[in-house]
């Protein structure tokens, strides 16, 4: 069983710069992948960006390349995500998750997640 709790959430002004934590405790937490997610009012679950169990892999959906930075803190079993040059359409709830098993196919699939945080709230907005 793994836990995973979010922080960093808030209300930014666009351009402005955000850093999410995701705290993971429980069983073998470095053995698991972990992904970012958003989810805006009315729309569904949005891969964001996701990093490998040994951090040594990272991803980023199109929408936010050179935007965003994830890594993640072995010692800490904490998982960031390094946000700037924020957007209003970046406003959501961003969730991080975990997945034992990857593959180049599921990285942005909800269903390869495991396990999900509670999710925080990021509004961009002047």
């Not at 069983?1 to 002004?13: A, D, P, Y």
């Not at 850093?19 to 009315?42: K, M």
């Not at 199109?62 to 803190?73: A, H, Q």
Request: charged fraction near 15%; proline fraction near 3%.
């Amino acid at each position: 069983q793994l836990q995973l709790v979010e922080s960093g959430g808030g209300l930014v002004q666009p351009g402005g710069s955000l850093r999410l934590s995701c705290a993971v405790s429980g069983f073998t937490p470095d053995y698991y992948h972990i992904g970012w997610f958003r989810q805006a009012p009315g729309k569904e679950h949005e891969g964001v960006s996701c990093i490998s169990s040994s951090g040594g892999r990272t991803n980023y959906a199109e929408s936010v390349k050179g935007r965003f930075t994830i890594s993640r803190d072995s010692t800490k079993n904490t998982v960031y995500l390094q946000m700037s040059g924020l957007k209003p359409e970046d406003t959501g709830v961003y969730f991080c998750a975990a997945a034992l098993i990857w593959s180049d196919a599921s990285i942005w699939s909800t269903k390869a997640y495991d396990y999900w945080g509670q999710g925080t709230q990021v509004t961009v907005s002047s």
